[in-house]
């Protein structure tokens, strides 16, 4: 079992940054992708940024490129994401999730492992 839990939301205005953070304990050693997801109300649970096991390879949805930055701490078992210049469209509920494998990164379904969710708002 892998167990995950995200910090640092909160409200921001429009153009402004945060930083989210998930701390990963357990069986760490059985995931090789981990990344954040997110669900607005009324929507799907949509992959955001994804990263594999040792920052090899990134994968991120087209809408937070260049805006947003996935990074991960191995010895700290602990994942980040930079958010810069928010818009009122990333609000939502950040998941932190964690997959054996990573044939389809952001896809939700491939994803055994995840936190609780932390809110994010962005203003106008």
């Known amino acids: 079992q892998v167990q995950l839990v995200e910090s640092g939301g909160g409200s921001v205005q429009a153009g402004g940054s945060l930083r989210l953070s998930c701390a990963a304990s357990g069986y760490t050693s059985t995931y090789y992708c981990i990344g954040w997801f997110r669900q607005a109300p009324g929507t799907g649970r949509e992959g955001v940024a994804v990263?594999?096991?040792?920052?090899?390879?990134?994968y991120y949805d087209d809408s937070v490129k260049d805006r947003f930055t996935i990074s991960q701490d191995n010895a700290k078992n602990t994942l980040y994401l930079q958010m810069n210049t928010l818009k009122p469209e990333d609000t939502a509920v950040y998941y932190c999730?964690?997959?054996?494998?990573?044939?389809?990164?952001?896809?939700?379904?491939?994803?055994?492992?995840w936190g609780r969710g932390i809110q994010v708002t962005v203003s106008t």
């Open positions: 999730a964690a997959a054996r494998w990573c044939y389809s990164p952001l896809r939700s379904g491939e994803y055994a492992y």
């Open positions: 990263i594999s096991r040792g920052g090899r390879n990134t």
